[in-house]
């Protein structure tokens, strides 16, 4: 995977099919309507969407599940690593990158998701994941609208809200309300290889 100067991803494996390239205009991936209907349990996302902060890649999912995973994973790290220099710039807290999914099965965005986020919380990014017919119900137990696709947001954490997301993982959700990016690189002991992933990720549950 790689990423090019207006901040699009390229799949080089053939797994994805890039279907639209990076674009600020949810109109152009047929996500407004969804995307209006979630302002109000999101009050960053309006801003974002307004000052051009939030963007869209879209993929077809068209190979093995294996190499799916992989290919969205790798396209993941490209928009974590997209985001973080954003995050010290003006509005940098509203800056948020989403990995769209088409014809893919909900399973296969699970472990991306699970390496992702933990790789990138500690440097203080909240990776979400939403799938495509998936409901949900906010604090107060009310149905949150349901997605019309599979997609991975890459955003900057909001230190002092998000850590209760991640009341499952609590270690997480600590070093999430703490995190500062140093500037690390979140590979230092771990091979980019997705299969050594998998496996890193994995042995977290234990």
């Known amino acids: 995977m790689t990423a090019h100067a207006d901040g699009a991803l390229r799949p080089t ?41 939030t963007g869209w890649t879209v993929y077809e999912a068209e190979g093995e599940a294996e ?21 010290v710039r003006r509005h940098g807290g509203l ?6 999914v088409l014809g893919s099965h909900a399973e296969l965005l699970t472990w991306p998701h699970w390496a992702l986020k933990n790789l990138y919380g500690p440097v203080g990014l909240m990776i979400g994941k939403f799938h495509a017919g998936e409901q949900r119900t906010n604090g107060d137990g009310r149905g949150i609208t349901v997605p019309p696709v599979s997609f991975l947001p890459v955003r900057v954490a ?7 997301f991640l009341a499952a993982t609590p270690d997480l959700a600590a070093a999430l309300a703490v995190a500062v990016d140093d500037g690390r690189d979140v590979f230092e002991d771990l091979p980019q290889e997705w299969k050594a992933v998998r496996a890193w990720a994995k042995g977290l549950l234990a």
Not at 27 to 48: F, G, N
Not at 67 to 87: K, T
Not at 159 to 164: F, G
């Open 158 to 164: 909001v230190r002092p809200r998000d850590p209760r």
């Open 13 to 53: 494996a053939g797994a994805l099919r890039l279907v639209e390239a990076r674009t600020t205009d949810p109109k152009a991936v047929d996500i407004a309507p969804y995307m209006e209907a979630i302002y109000t349990y999101c009050p960053y996302l309006a801003p974002s969407v307004e000052r051009g902060l």
């Open 95 to 100: 800056v948020c990158e989403n990995i769209m």
């Open 67 to 87: 190499d799916v995973e992989a290919e969205v994973f790798h396209a993941g790290v490209q928009a974590a690593e997209w985001v973080r220099p954003l995050a």
